[in-house]
């Protein structure tokens, strides 16, 4: 596990922050190369309630807890298509790939696939959620350790979800929940 323990970020932390509340309130989180959770906003919470608490937070894996099944798995409305699409992010790293392909069904992709974006249908106490992500890399930064995470952000694909996750954001009141990851909170 490669996480960057407290206290050793790197000098972007206060960017990386900014950003992930920037994306409120739709979900993000910060990954490391192996997948590993770095940081996350409050709105992921709500992707990842019913989560065995061992798959959530800091020093996780956000692939494991996406696809194992006490994890995101079965309230994933299209899982064999999402499933897919986190098998094909994780070819490089040989054991992670490994183990989360144990957990998909042998199922071919629907014929309106398009390889390049899989929406994540997702169950949860606020509806169905119906999300894109976007991945984006630090791929100018300086610092090693920064030039080595992404970030996700789930975006609404269609009208209800994003009101949903309005409605979500407007109801959280007070500091972030602990919870998923190292939820940055507003200043």
Request: net charge negative; charged share 20%.
């Amino acid at each position: 596990m490669s996480t960057i323990p407290s206290g050793e970020w790197p000098a972007g932390r206060p960017a990386i922050d900014h950003i992930l509340m920037g994306h409120l309130p739709y979900p993000a989180l910060v990954v490391d190369r192996n997948g590993d959770v770095v940081a996350a906003n409050e709105a992921l919470d709500l992707l990842t309630e019913g989560a065995d608490p061992g798959l959530v937070g800091p020093g996780t894996n956000a692939y494991r807890l996406a696809l194992h099944p006490r994890g995101m798995a079965p309230r994933i409305l299209n899982f064999a298509e999402w499933a897919r699409h986190i098998l094909e992010r994780t070819r490089q790293l040989e054991d992670l790939h490994a183990e989360l392909t144990q957990y998909v069904p042998e199922l071919e992709p629907s014929a309106g696939h398009l390889g390049f974006s899989v929406p994540l249908r997702l169950r949860t106490s606020r509806g169905e959620l119906r999300l894109m992500t976007t991945v984006t890399t630090f791929a100018t930064a300086v610092d090693v350790t920064l030039a080595e995470l992404k970030l996700e952000a789930f975006l609404p694909a269609d009208q209800p979800t994003a009101e949903a996750l309005q409605r979500a954001g407007h109801a959280s009141t007070g500091p972030a929940s602990p919870g998923p990851a190292d939820h940055v909170e507003p200043a």
